[in-house]
């Protein structure tokens, strides 16, 4: 079956790090582009990041020097690294493949959220 | 603020047809048959509807369609039912350098 399942989502205080991580069961992270969306509360979806198979990446002007995506193929996982954390980061994170020949995002993980507060 | 524009909320009664516009530019929908629709129930991930346009993943009704025209594409549902009562998303290839952007999203009652 395939699957994405995410974890590492915690309340965290302004300035704070946090990682995120993402495991794939049923296809390999490697094979196309990987990404996590957010949502903020009573928002819509937001592009954070995406990682291709080339290795490029793609990064939302409002997390760019302060997020980092990555994967660790050993363990088929893509991982976000959250630094410099902003109340505005608090958002449910999702992690899905992203087909680069047709755009199209598919599956999704639950998320976990990931709350910015003091 | 969203890069792919569509309306805030749609309405409609059971039986009835509605259809949910996304406007990109011609640097993204307009120049790529790359768009997808996302169906997003409260407190649940978004699932996939519609992709390159107008295809259906399997299991997904075929009273979901989709369209484009120039820089618009469109998601039309047919024979509306309670459960399609959801907010819908578009997604659009936007070229090497972008990848990919979301519509802001459209909030459907079904009356």
């Known amino acids: 079956e395939v699957q994405l399942v995410e974890s590492g989502g915690d309340l965290v205080q302004p300035g704070g790090s946090l990682r995120l991580s993402c495991a794939a069961s049923g296809f390999t992270v490697t094979s196309n582009c990987m990404g996590w969306v957010r949502q903020a509360p009573g928002m819509g979806l937001q592009w954070v990041s995406v990682l291709c198979s080339d290795g490029k990446t793609y990064s939302a002007d409002s997390v760019e020097g302060r997020f980092s995506i990555s994967r660790d193929d050993s363990k088929n996982t893509v991982h976000l690294q959250m630094n410099s954390l902003r109340t505005e980061d608090t958002a449910m994170y999702y992690c899905?493949?992203?087909?680069?020949?047709?755009?199209?995002?598919?599956?999704w993980g639950q998320g976990t959220l990931v709350t910015v507060s003091s | 603020q969203s890069a792919l524009t569509q309306p805030a909320s749609v309405s409609g009664s059971p039986g009835q047809s509605i259809t949910i516009s996304c406007t990109g530019t011609s640097s993204d929908v307009g120049s790529y048959n790359l768009v997808s629709w996302y169906q997003q129930n409260p407190g649940k991930a978004p699932k996939l509807m519609i992709y390159?346009?107008?295809k259906r993943p399997s299991g997904v009704s075929n009273r979901f369609s989709g369209s484009k025209s120039g820089n618009t594409a469109s998601l039309t549902i047919s024979g509306l039912q309670a459960e399609d009562e959801a907010d819908y998303y578009c997604c659009s290839y936007a070229g090497s350098n972008t990848f990919v952007v979301f519509g802001g999203g459209t909030k459907l009652t079904v009356l």
């Open positions: 899905a493949r992203v087909w680069a020949n047709t755009a199209m995002v598919n599956p």
């Open positions: 390159e346009g107008s």
